[in-house]
């Protein structure tokens, strides 16, 4: 029996686990189109390659295989590199497989050509080009297996014209492993014997690699020392954010009080997390290169340990692999105290406090968590994103869709992917004005594939983060920060979608209830006090500051 090199592909993916994938048609690769037609495996057709790579981004963090995205030559790839330097960054398995000019013409910049080893060399784990028909088996094999192994990532493959139009008997390859490193029995005996002179200790859970077992787990061990937790940037699903053990999270305007007992703890034990720019608040509460804190780095990546800091003990470990092995490791917990006390800064903190303006968003978030507490939060980026990370709860993992490379135009396509993925759950995606229209459009293809998602936007009327910072540093001087909004609530319905407008506080439940009860995706506009610039401060007083 032979094929063509498009079903060859597409029949791989299959075999390695795949049942969706996401993408832009292109002409370049019309073979793995047609090895798709009849494989069994779910294709959605996006309306942006950023938004099919986003989705596909999303796939790798909620299942922990690799999202599989396809695109054409040039235009296609360089739309959909967003999505493969979130996937980068946070740590996340995925596959973009990208057309390629036939053999014959290659090297003559022809119509839409690129050396994708060039483009994506600093942003994917492994970029190749594959020439042989019959060797796609070996290279798809090995784009699950690196885009999977250690620390997770993104793995390009180019895929010339008439490689995939040429037929081939090569046969098909083996199911792929997740390969993973364990900590040594050494390791743990070392870990426990820190924490048994231990008098302050704090992990901080994040980074890629987790697994719901993983998850499981380290709860266990954490609550059974009481240890105190807190969750790295953007990583807010890697513990119950009702355990006793649940510090509140380490990103971008953290509690104070969570930022002194970061500095504080005389033990540190980081649990898949890099300690990143976001989570260290700029290499500041732990510092590179001798922390003042005791530091337990676990990583699944060698090249992650001794990279910006020096470890007393770094543990190469996958997470799952790591969290069984201390599930069970119990010692006396001296700091009982130091634990309560971190629980109940976070609950302290997450209590709604006063914006300026009619909408309150900490109470409508408040409100929201009471309504679908198990529901998947999506958010691109901006400042409206702190008022979810700062009064959403999250609970089980994977539930929490955000990009911790900071890249705006995430949401949608992150909502609409996880409502493919578990259509049961309700999927809420917290958007702001700037963030929402770099990706709206996918309210297409939610509409398309009936998967109904709601979208709340968070309206100030302009890129208010980068606002933000120009009353800091340049008061008074606003420059390109502006925004001529359209009617969302109006956008919305032309895509069939429902659509409100919120103005004041009391209007955002029955909203709500309308919205959940829509039958198709909803976008409920909260139009906020352009002064609430944060869920801390306002615009007006940063400027008198800086004005000083
Ligand atoms: C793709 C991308 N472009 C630009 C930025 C820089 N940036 C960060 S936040 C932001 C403004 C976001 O505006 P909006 O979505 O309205 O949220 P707000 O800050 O107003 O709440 C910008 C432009 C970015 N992070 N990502
Ligand atoms: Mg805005």
Redesign the pocket.
């Known amino acids: 029996m032979t094929r063509h090199g498009g079903k060859l592909l597409a029949d791989q993916l299959v075999l390695h686990g795949t049942e969706l994938a996401f993408c832009v048609p292109g002409e370049s690769y019309l073979d793995v189109l047609d090895g798709l037609y009849d494989a069994p495996l779910r294709l959605i057709a996006c309306r942006h390659e950023a938004s099919a790579a986003n989705m596909a981004e999303a796939y790798g963090k909620l299942t922990g295989r690799p999202g599989v995205c396809l695109v054409t030559r040039g235009p296609g790839a360089t739309h959909a590199s967003v999505g493969v330097h979130t996937a980068f960054q946070d740590s996340t398995p995925l596959i973009l497989l990208v057309g390629q000019v036939a053999s014959s013409q290659e090297e003559r910049e022809a119509f839409q050509e690129l050396d994708y080893r060039r483009l994506f060399g600093q942003t994917a784990k492994w970029v190749a080009q594959i020439d042989r028909t019959d060797r796609i088996p070996e290279y798809v094999a090995r784009a699950f297996t690196t885009a999977c192994a250690g620390r997770p990532g993104p793995v390009v493959l180019a895929l010339p014209e008439d490689m995939l139009s040429s037929e081939t008997d090569a046969p098909d390859a083996l199911p792929f492993h997740v390969v993973q490193p364990y900590p040594g029995a050494e390791q743990i005996d070392e870990l426990r014997s820190l924490l048994e002179r231990a008098e302050r200790p704090l992990a901080i859970l994040g980074g890629g690699g987790w697994t719901p077992r993983a998850a499981q787990d380290l709860r266990i061990f954490l609550e059974a020392n009481a240890l105190p937790a807190g969750a790295a940037f953007r990583r807010q699903d890697s513990l119950d954010n009702d355990s006793p053990s649940y510090a509140g999270d380490v990103g971008i305007g953290l509690n104070p009080k969570l930022a002194a007992r970061v500095r504080e703890s005389d033990l540190l034990l980081a649990i898949g997390a890099r300690l990143g720019e976001m989570t260290t608040s700029g290499y500041t509460l732990v510092e590179p290169p001798t922390p003042a804190q005791t530091l337990v780095h676990v990583h699944p990546g060698a090249e992650e340990l001794g990279r910006v800091y020096r470890p007393a003990l770094p543990i190469l470990s996958g997470i799952e692999q790591f969290a069984a092995a201390v599930r069970d490791l119990r010692v006396e917990p001296r700091w009982r105290d130091w634990s309560a006390e971190a629980r109940a800064d976070y609950e302290a903190w997450q209590k709604p406090s006063p914006m300026p303006g009619a909408v309150q968003l900490g109470e409508c978030i408040a409100q929201l968590r009471a309504r679908v507490p198990d529901a998947i939060v999506t958010n691109g ?4 994103s702190a008022w979810a990370h700062r009064f959403w709860r999250w609970h089980d993992y994977p539930s929490q869709l955000a990009p911790t490379s ?4 995430y949401g949608v396509p992150a909502a609409v992917a996880a409502k493919a993925l578990h259509p049961e759950r309700t999927v809420i995606c917290f958007a ?4 929402f229209l770099m990706s709206g459009q996918e309210l297409a293809t939610a509409a398309q594939y009936e998967l109904p998602i709601v979208v709340l936007v ?1 309206n ?1 009327g ?5 606002r933000m910072h120009q009353e800091r540093h340049y008061p008074g001087r606003v420059v390109g920060t502006e925004l001529a909004n359209p009617d969302f609530a109006a956008y919305a319905r032309a895509f069939g979608a429902h659509g409100e407008t919120v103005t004041e506080t009391s209007h955002f439940a029955p909203a709500l209830e309308r919205a959940l009860a829509a039958g198709s995706s909803a976008l409920i506009e909260l139009q906020i006090d352009p002064d609430a610039i944060n869920p801390r401060t306002t615009l007006t007083a940063i400027r008198a500051e800086a004005s000083k």
């Not at 702001?432 to 963030?435: I, L, M, S």
């Not at 302009?462 to 980068?466: A, D, Q, R």
């Open positions: 980026a901006g400042n409206f900071g890249a705006m135009g702001g004005d700037g963030d968070v100030n302009m890129y208010g983060t980068i």
